[in-house]
C-alpha cells in the first residue's frame, strides 16, 4: 500500500543523493540544519530532532548508538510500515546521515513483532545498501563506518517508548527507565543513544537532501513539514496519508470522504478524542499532536463502548512497575464498567476523572501519563451521549 | 584484584558523572530552591537525598538505602517549575538549579491518589497482619489521614500463599510491588530468585516458573523479608509450636541464643539500635517458660576449635604430606545460606567447605547428646530451640543430614522477630527486666564466639586461636582486636605472619597466613569467580557470610535495616566481646572441659566428626 495522496515530500526519487550529500557536511553541520528545519520527533512526543541530535553529538564516548524505533504499536498507525516497506532508503539513509550526525558506529532497527514479514526484505535492502558502499566500512569512500542490524520486538506495547525500548534490545524486562538519564548520554548498554521514530529519520534524509528552507515552506509555525497519517474507521477511503502540519480535522475528513463524522480520534489510543465542535482544530505539535494515527467514529458508534476499548488494552499495555498506572487503568476502566451498569455517580466520576489527571502528572512513562487522555477527553466531551443511554 | 565481570547494574543507575568547574563542568555544587528554601547540594544528590540532608520529609515506599533506585511507586513525586510532570525524588539527580516544591496541591493529590490506589488493591486487615505496627504501607495511609477506600477495596484473594519453604513465606496478595525483594535477591544478593511476571494489571513477583519457593534456587537469607516495606514476605513461624512445648510439661524446652539477636532485639522494644540485651533475654527466656537457656557462642567457640584445626590439618596434609586433593582456601560452613548458595551455584567447589556444621547444629548435637547423658534426660523429651537472626537456620535444622544425635538435632529455629513476638505475647517489656547469666553446662562463652555475629567475626577469632596454637603467643593485635578483619568493605583480604612457631608447626615458620572475608552473596560471588580463575592459589582461609553485614544483618532480625543500623549492632556486638575476661575459644574452661569429657578424641576426632561435621549436597541450578 503506497502513501494515499500525492507525496508532498515524500518523493523516493528525488531524495536519493540525501545520504552522499550528508556526508559531505560535517556532522555538525547537519544537526544544524536539522535544528534549522524545526524537526520534531514523529513518534507522537515531538521532541526536537535536533536538540537529541546535538546532545548526543556533544556526549564523549567510545561507542554510540541509532536506534530506530519501528515497533509501530499504537493503535490505528500504519504509516511506518508503509514507510519501511515502500521508502526503504529513505528511512535506512536517515538512519545513516543520524549515525554520521552523532559519530556513531552501529544502527539499530527494533522492529515491531507483527511486522516480521518485513524482516527478509529488509534484510535484503541492508545488503544490497552494503553492496553499494552505502553502508558498513568506509561508506562511500569518506572513511566513515556505519552499519545496521535489525532486533524484532515482541509484542509489548511499552516497548514504543523509547527507554523500554532499550531494556527490551538489552534483553530486560520492557519496562521504562527513569529519566534522567537520558538515552542521549546513557542509552543502550549505557552508550549515548538516539531513539528516533521512522518517520523522523526518513523526514531527517527529506532534510539534508532538500535543505531546511525547503522544508520550512510546508507546515505552521512550530510544526513545520508534513506529516504522514494512517487514517482508519469510518470513511471511505482509509489510508495512509502525507498532510501538511496544519490541516484542519475538517479537512482531512473531508480529504478521506468521512461524511458522517461525530468524534476523531487524534494520536490513538492515549490521543485526544475531538468531538464535532471543535473539528476545526489542527493537527500540529501545538493543538492535536499524533504520532500518525486518526481513527474516525460516525453517529453510530457507541462512545463509552470505544472508550472500553481503549482502556482495557492500556489495562492490558501498562507494563505494570509503577503504582499509578498499573492500578489506576484499571479503576478507570472499572469506573466505565459502573457507567454501563448506570451504577457510576457524578461525585465518583469527577473522583476518576481527577485521578486521571493524578496519572497523567506522577505515572512513570509516556503510557501512563497518556493513558487517561481518552478517559477524560470522551466523558468531557460526550458527557451527555455516555449517560443519556444509560 | 577481583573484578566483578557479571553483576548487573542496571544502566539508570549508574553513576553520574559530574565534570568539575575546571573541566568545563558547571561546578560540584548547585543551588536548588525547596518549598522557597535555597540550598546547595552537590551535584548528582537526588532531590530525596537533597532534602533528607535538609529535614524535609518526603514520603518513600519503593525506596531503600540498601538497593539500586527503582523509582516504581512514585509515592515520593514532587514538582519542578517548568516540568510538565512530577518527578519521582528518589530517582531525579539534581545537575541543575531547579525549584521544587514537595507538598504543592498536585503533588498532595497525587500521593493520595496512588496511596488510594495501592490500598484498594490491598488484601486484608491490619489487625489480622503480621507487620501491624511495623509497615510502611499503614504507616503512609496514617501520614495521610486515609479514612476509608475511595477506589473500593478488594476482597478475594487473587494469589494463594507459598508456605512451601521452611525459611520464607509469600503472600503476594500483600505485595505492593516495590520490587524490593526484586532488587535484593538479583542485584544485592546477585541470587535472582524473584522477578516481576506478567504486565499491566496481572504483574506479580513470582519464580522461575512460579515454582514454589522451596523448589527454586532460593537459599533461605530472607534479606527479602527485611527489605519488604509490607507484610508480603515474613519468615516461617514457629512459635505456636514452641508454645505448645514449653506448656507440655513432660518435655524440657532449652534455647540457645545467637549472639547477633541480642544485639538488635532491643530495637523491637523501641530502643535504638546498638544496645545489647543479653541478660535482660536469659531473663526474659526464663520468664516465658524456657527450661534452660545457653549460649550458641559456646559452640561457636567449639566450632572455632574445629574448624581453627580442619584448617591446620588441611595446611600440614597439603604442605608436608603434599596431597594435592587437599582443597585450599578452606571456606567457613556457618552461614546455611552461604552454604546453599555454593550448593547452588558452584556444586563443583563444595570440597573447599569447612565440614565443620554451624555452631546452631553443633549445639542441637550436643544438647541431644551429651547434655542429655550428663543430666539424665530422655532426648526424645528435649526439645531444642535456637534463636537466630537468621531465616536460613530454620532450613538448616530441617535438612535430613542434621540427626546426628539420633533425633532432630535443633527441633526450631526462631528469628530474633519471632522471640520478640513470644516476648511481647507474655507481656514482658525486654529493657524494664534485671540480666542474669547463662545455664550450664555451657556457661557463658568467650568473646570469640560473641564476635561471629559481625561479618569478618569468625575469621578474628579463628585468628585469634589459630595463631596462638601454632606459635604458643597471642595474635599481635593490641587489645586482641584484628582490625583487618572489621569493617563493612564487600571484600576484604589481610595476611597475618607467622613467626616463632612452636615445633609441631614449623613448616608454617614464616608463612604468610593470607585470610579474606566476603558477606553477602553477591561479594561471595566475586570471590568464588576469582576462585574459579585460579587466582585464589596463596589464600588459606575465606569466611563468607550470605548477608550483608554478617549476621547482625540476617534475614530474621529487625524491620527496618540499613548500613547505619548494622553498623551500630556490629558496634554494640564489639563492644560486648572487649568487656569479657575470656576472649579466645581455646581458653573458654567449658570448652576444654568437653573436650576432656566427652569428644575425647579431639578436636576433628572421630566424635567430633560424628556429631559436629556434615556433608553437602550438590544442588545444582536444576529445577525439577
Ligand atoms: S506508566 Fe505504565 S507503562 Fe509506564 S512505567 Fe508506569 S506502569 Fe509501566
Ligand atoms: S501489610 Fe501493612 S498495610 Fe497491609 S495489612 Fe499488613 S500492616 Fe496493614
Ligand atoms: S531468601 Fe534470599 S535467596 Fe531467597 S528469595 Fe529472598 S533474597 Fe532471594
Ligand atoms: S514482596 Fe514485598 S518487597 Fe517484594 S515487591 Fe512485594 S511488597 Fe515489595
Ligand atoms: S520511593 Fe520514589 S518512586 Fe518509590
Redesign the interface.
Known amino acids: 500500500m503506497p502513501i494515499m495522496n500525492d507525496t508532498i515530500q515524500f518523493n523516493v526519487g528525488e531524495h536519493r543523493l540525501a545520504l552522499e550529500k550528508a556526508l559531505k557536511l560535517t556532522p555538525q553541520d547537519i544537526v544544524m540544519e536539522i535544528r534549522e528545519a524545526g524537526l520534531k520527533g514523529r513518534g507522537g512526543a515531538g521532541f526536537p530532532t535536533g536538540t537529541k541530535w546535538l546532545l548526543a553529538l556533544s556526549a564523549v564516548a567510545e561507542k554510540k548508538f541509532v536506534i530506530c524505533n519501528a515497533d509501530e504499536g499504537e493503535p490505528g498507525t500504519f504509516k511506518d510500515r508503509v514507510l519501511l516497506d515502500e521508502y526503504t532508503n529513505l528511512v535506512i539513509d536517515g538512519m545513516t546521515i543520524g549515525g554520521y550526525a552523532i559519530q556513531a558506529t552501529e544502527g539499530i532497527i527494533y522492529l515491531r513483532g507483527e511486522y516480521k514479514y518485513l524482516l527478509n526484505k529488509l534484510e535484503r535492502f541492508l545488503d544490497e545498501k552494503r553492496e553499494n558502499n552505502q553502508l558498513g566500512n568506509n561508506i562511500l569512500g569518506t572513511g566513515f563506518n556505519f552499519d545496521i542490524k535489525i532486533r524484532l520486538g515482541s509484542g ?1 506495547y511499552v516497548c514504543g517508548e523509547e527507554t523500554a525500548l532499550i531494556e527490551s534490545l ?1 534483553g530486560h ?1 520492557g519496562e521504562a ?2 529519566r ?2 537520558f538515552p542521549v548520554n ?1 542509552g543502550f ?2 552508550y549515548p543513544t538516539i531513539v528516533n521514530n521512522v518517520e523522523t529519520f526518513a523526514s531527517a534524509a527529506i532534510i539534508i537532501s532538500k535543505g531546511a528552507d525547503w522544508f520550512k515552506k510546508i507546515g505552521i509555525s512550530k510544526s513545520y513539514g508534513t506529516k504522514l497519517v494512517s487514517i482508519s474507521g469510518d470513511c471511505k477511503k482509509p489510508g495512509v496519508y502525507e498532510v501538511p502540519f496544519g490541516i484542519s480535522i475538517r479537512d482531512l475528513l473531508k480529504m478521506v470522504e468521512a461524511d458522517e463524522a461525530k468524534a476523531v480520534q487524534v494520536g490513538g489510543a492515549s490521543g485526544q478524542c475531538v468531538p464535532e465542535s471543535q473539528f476545526d482544530r489542527k493537527i500540529s505539535f501545538e493543538d492535536l499532536s499524533t504520532g500518525g494515527s486518526v481513527m474516525i467514529f460516525n453517529k453510530s458508534r457507541d462512545m463509552l463502548h470505544i472508550l472500553k476499548n481503549f482502556m482495557e488494552f ?11 498506572c ?6 478507570l476502566l ?1 469506573g466505565i464498567e459502573l457507567i454501563e451498569q448506570g451504577k457510576c455517580s457524578y461525585t465518583y466520576l469527577n ?1 476518576l476523572i ?2 486521571g ?8 512513562c509516556g503510557l501512563g ?1 497518556s493513558s487517561p487522555n481518552p478517559f477524560i477527553s470522551i466523558l468531557t466531551n460526550f458527557e451527555n451521549e455516555v449517560f443519556s443511554t444509560k | 584484584m577481583i573484578k566483578d565481570k557479571l553483576s548487573r547494574t ?3 543507575q ?1 553513576p ?1 558523572i559530574v565534570k568539575k568547574e575546571e573541566e568545563g563542568g558547571i561546578g560540584s555544587f548547585v543551588e536548588v530552591e525547596i518549598n522557597g528554601r535555597k540550598i546547595q547540594v552537590q551535584m548528582g544528590t537526588t532531590i530525596l537525598e537533597a532534602c533528607r540532608q535538609n529535614n524535609i520529609h518526603i514520603p518513600t515506599l519503593c525506596y531503600h538505602e540498601d538497593l539500586c ?7 515520593c ?1 514532587v514538582e519542578i517549575e517548568g516540568m510538565r ?2 518527578q ?1 525524588a528518589c ?3 539534581i ?1 541543575n538549579k531547579l525549584k521544587i516544591q514537595t507538598t504543592s496541591e ?1 503533588v498532595r ?3 493520595r ?2 496511596l488510594d ?2 490500598l ?2 490491598h488484601y486484608g486487615e491490619c489487625y489480622s497482619c503480621h507487620r501491624n505496627g511495623n509497615c510502611e504501607l499503614q504507616s503512609l495511609a496514617k501520614e495521610y489521614g486515609v479514612d476509608g477506600y ?3 477495596h478488594i476482597t478475594e484473594r487473587r494469589h494463594t500463599v507459598d508456605r512451601s519453604s521452611y525459611s520464607v513465606i509469600r503472600d503476594m496478595d500483600k505485595c ?2 516495590c ?1 524490593r525483594c526484586v532488587r535484593t535477591c538479583i542485584d544485592l544478593q546477585e541470587v535472582g530468585v524473584l ?2 511476571t ?6 506479580t513477583i513470582s519464580t522461575f516458573y512460579d515454582k514454589p519457593l522451596a523448589d527454586v534456587i532460593c537459599i533461605n537469607c530472607g534479606q527479602c523479608i527485611n527489605r519488604c516495606p509490607t507484610a508480603a514476605l515474613k519468615a516461617n513461624d514457629p512459635s505456636d509450636e514452641i508454645w505448645v512445648a514449653i506448656d507440655n510439661p513432660k518435655k524440657h524446652v532449652v534455647i540457645q541464643t545467637a549472639p547477633s539477636p541480642r544485639a538488635s532485639i532491643g530495637e523491637e522494644f523501641g530502643l535504638p539500635p546498638g544496645h545489647s540485651m543479653t541478660k535482660q533475654l536469659n531473663t526474659a527466656l526464663r520468664w516465658i517458660g524456657f527450661d534452660k537457656v545457653f549460649d550458641t557462642n559456646f559452640t561457636a567457640d567449639l566450632t572455632i576449635m574445629e574448624e581453627g584445626t580442619e584448617l591446620l590439618n588441611r595446611l600440614k596434609k597439603k604442605l608436608v604430606e603434599g596431597d594435592n586433593n587437599i582443597k585450599l582456601p578452606q571456606f567457613t560452613s556457618c552461614s546455611p545460606g552461604w552454604v546453599k548458595y555454593i550448593e547452588h551455584f558452584y556444586p563443583d567447589y563444595l570440597d573447599y567447605l569447612s565440614t565443620c556444621k554451624s555452631p546452631q547444629q553443633m549445639f542441637g548435637a550436643l544438647i541431644k547428646t551429651f547434655y542429655a547423658q550428663e543430666n539424665n534426660i530422655a532426648p526424645e523429651d528435649i526439645v531444642t530451640v535456637a534463636l537466630m537472626p537468621c531465616s536460613a537456620k530454620k532450613f538448616e535444622c530441617n535438612r535430613p543430614e542434621m540427626h546426628s544425635s539420633g533425633f532432630k538435632d535443633v527441633d526450631y529455629g526462631l528469628t530474633t522477630r519471632e522471640m520478640a513476638q513470644m516476648i511481647r505475647e507474655a507481656g514482658i517489656n525486654l529493657p524494664d527486666l534485671e540480666g542474669s547469666g547463662f545455664d550450664d553446662p555451657f556457661g557463658d562463652a568467650s568473646g570469640a564466639g560473641l564476635i561471629f555475629g559481625a561479618t569478618g567475626g569468625v575469621m578474628e577469632a579463628a585468628l585469634r586461636t589459630v595463631y596462638e596454637i601454632v606459635t604458643g603467643r597471642e595474635v599481635p593485635f593490641k587489645n586482641l582486636e584484628i582490625t583487618p578483619c572489621r569493617g563493612f568493605e564487600g571484600v576484604r583480604q589481610a595476611s597475618v605472619k607467622l613467626e616463632g612457631t612452636l615445633p609441631e608447626w614449623n613448616f608454617l615458620e614464616g608463612v604468610d597466613l593470607n585470610f579474606m572475608i566476603a558477606h553477602g552473596t553477591a561479594n561471595a560471588k566475586k570471590v568464588m569467580e576469582a576462585l574459579v580463575r585460579g587466582e585464589l592459589e596463596n589464600i588459606h582461609f575465606i569466611e563468607v557470610m550470605a548477608c550483608p553485614g554478617g549476621c547482625i544483618g540476617g534475614g530474621g532480625q529487625p524491620i527496618p535495616t540499613s548500613p547505619e543500623i548494622r553498623k551500630k549492632r556490629a558496634e554494640a556486638i564489639y563492644n560486648e566481646d572487649r568487656g569479657l575476661e575470656v576472649r579466645k575459644s581455646h581458653q573458654n574452661p567449658h570448652i576444654k572441659y568437653i573436650y576432656e569429657k566427652f569428644l575425647i578424641d579431639g578436636p576433628c576426632g572421630h566424635i567430633s566428626h560424628k556429631l559436629l561435621h556434615t556433608h553437602y549436597v550438590k544442588r545444582g541450578k536444576f529445577i525439577a
Do not use: W
Open positions: 509489548a538489552e524486562r527507565r527513569n534522567p538519564p546513557t548498554m549505557g492500556f489495562v492490558e499495555e501498562s507494563c505494570g512497575q509503577c503504582s499509578p498499573r492500578i489506576g487503568n484499571k479503576k472499572e473522583e481527577e485521578l489527571k493524578s496519572m497523567q502528572l506522577a505515572s512513570k501519563q | 542496571p544502566v539508570s549508574q553520574l533506585l527503582a523509582g516504581l511507586c512514585r509515592i513525586v510532570t512530577l519521582a530517582t531525579y539527580p545537575t498536585k493529590k497525587a500521593r491518589h496512588i490506589l495501592l484498594s488493591e475511595k477506589f473500593g505492593v510491588l520490587k522477578e516481576a506478567h504486565r499491566g494489571y496481572d504483574t
